[in-house]
């Protein structure tokens, strides 16, 4: 094992697999010199070159547009669309071609392309950098979505996006990003299939379903419900699409109740749909009423005081756990 931070693992991952499949290429704004705005593609174009290392105009639509091209003709693509707000530039690409172009072939043509993102609030970049949009991304039909909280399941997670005959948006979130705090990852090679949780916590009172940095909020609440008593269960969907619905169906036939904690408004959210598959298929293991743990439905403040109380924390879970017990 080896100690190693979010934005390491994801390097580590995109050089092994650019190293194990030559059709791997990577297309982007700055992504040759500079690496990206977190340098999670630095040492890429040293190795691998313009022909597969690739700077774009300031254009997603041409980003995309040529991930799907190159896709089309046996490529394995990766698109960085830097920050995902940024995707409305390039709806059409994403909802009308990418994702249903498999389809709409009768399986004739496929088109492996990973789009990488950054998302998430807390250091004051305003609504058009801080954005979680995953309950848009969930509406998507044919696209995969993976949402990883540590440097273990971001390595893990990527390799197999990358691998992934379909397409596949890998979104991380900027405050990991940041992040020098590391966690071991094995030495060895290794992947995590998608659609897999992961329970990071066992518990017997609460199941707790919490994504990527809300992940780590509600493990720094459970030490504290502890104290009181109160023991959680905190699953970690880890893709969004596909759902192990489950792991989750499991941890609430133990607990009897539901929290969903994700950063993003609660309309349309993916923690609504995530909670509406629950109470259609697990109401009858349910002893309360499910409770939701979003952000309010409003874009991100640039305010600090304001984005602090507009991102979801351990207070609100031990609030509505505490309420549910």
């Known amino acids: ?20 499949d030559p ?16 340098g999670e593609f630095k040492g890429l174009f040293d190795k691998y070159g313009p022909e597969r290392v690739i700077d774009t105009p300031i254009s997603e639509t041409a ?29 059409d690409e994403l909802i009308n ?24 609030a807390g250091f004051s970049a305003g609504a058009h950098h801080s954005s979680s949009l995953h309950g848009l991304l969930v509406s998507i039909p044919a696209l995969k979505v993976v949402v990883p909280s540590t440097p273990y399941d971001a390595k893990g997670l990527l390799k197999s996006a990358i691998r992934d005959d379909n397409p596949t948006i890998f979104l991380s ?23 897999k949780a992961d329970v990071k916590r066992e518990g017997s009172d609460v199941t707790v379903v919490a994504t990527v940095l809300m992940v780590h909020r509600a493990l720094s609440a459970a030490e504290k419900l502890e104290e009181k008593g109160i023991s959680i269960e905190i699953i970690d969907p880890r893709t969004l699409v596909p759902l192990d619905k489950q792991a989750i169906i499991d941890s609430v036939k133990k607990t009897g109740r539901l929290v969903v904690m994700t950063e993003e408004p609660s309309t349309g959210s993916a923690a609504s749909t995530l909670s509406a598959i629950i109470a259609e298929e697990a109401f009858d293991f349910l002893d309360a009423p499910i409770k939701r743990i979003n952000a309010p439905d409003t874009p991100v403040p640039f305010s600090p005081i304001l984005e602090k109380v507009w991102m ?14």
């Open 1 to 20: 094992m080896k100690e190693t931070t979010f934005l390491q693992a994801v390097n580590e991952a995109l050089f092994e697999e650019m190293e194990r």
């Open 23 to 38: 059709n791997v290429i990577l297309l982007g704004e700055d992504v040759r010199i500079w690496g990206a705005p977190r």
């Open 63 to 91: 980003i995309l547009g040529g991930a799907i091209g190159a896709a089309a003709t046996g490529m394995r693509p990766i698109a960085n669309i830097m920050y995902s707000s940024f995707l409305g530039v390039c709806g």
């Open 97 to 120: 071609h990418l994702t249903q172009t498999r389809y709409m072939s009768g399986g004739k043509i496929k088109l492996p392309v990973t789009i990488m993102s950054y998302f998430g």
């Open 173 to 195: 979130h900027q405050m990991l990003m940041r992040r020098s705090l590391k966690d071991p990852i094995p030495d060895e090679e290794y992947t995590i299939p998608l659609g």
């Open 312 to 325: 979801p924390d351990e207070e609100d879970l031990i609030a509505a756990v505490t309420e549910m017990i």
